[in-house]
């Protein structure tokens, strides 16, 4: 009943931006937290950013002020910049329902290099 699908990663060079794009399926979405995580090889799935469904948005340290989530009726975003090569990973995103329903997107590489 519910779709997620990635789309705009790809090779970019340090420092360089990216925006990624979450299409989302359902009628839920809009009362549904929205996010994106991210998984290197070897490493675990990690929580890149979040945003309610009021709008509240949240980020790790790691990605703070570099990183922004933004939503709209059934896409989320992710745009970032300044990127670094410790940000090369498949990225996800995520939904969690009022049920607490998990829902995964199939994932968009993204490989920052010279």
């Known amino acids: 009943q519910v779709q997620l699908v990635e789309s705009g990663g790809g090779l970019v060079q340090p420092g360089g931006s990216l925006r990624l794009s979450c299409t989302a399926s359902?009628?839920?979405?809009?009362?549904?937290?929205m996010g994106w995580y991210r998984q290197a090889p070897g490493k675990q799935r990690e929580f890149v950013a979040g945003v309610s469904s009021g709008g509240s948005t949240n980020y790790p340290d790691s990605v703070k002020g570099r990183f922004t989530i933004s939503r709209d009726v059934n896409m989320v975003y992710l745009q970032m910049n300044s990127l670094k090569p410790e940000d090369t990973a498949v990225y996800y995103c995520?939904?969690?329902?009022?049920?607490?329903?998990?829902?995964w997107g199939q994932g968009t590489q993204v490989t920052v290099s010279s």
């Open positions: 359902g009628t839920i979405v809009s009362t549904s937290f």
């Open positions: 995520n939904m969690v329902t009022p049920s607490a329903a998990y829902y």
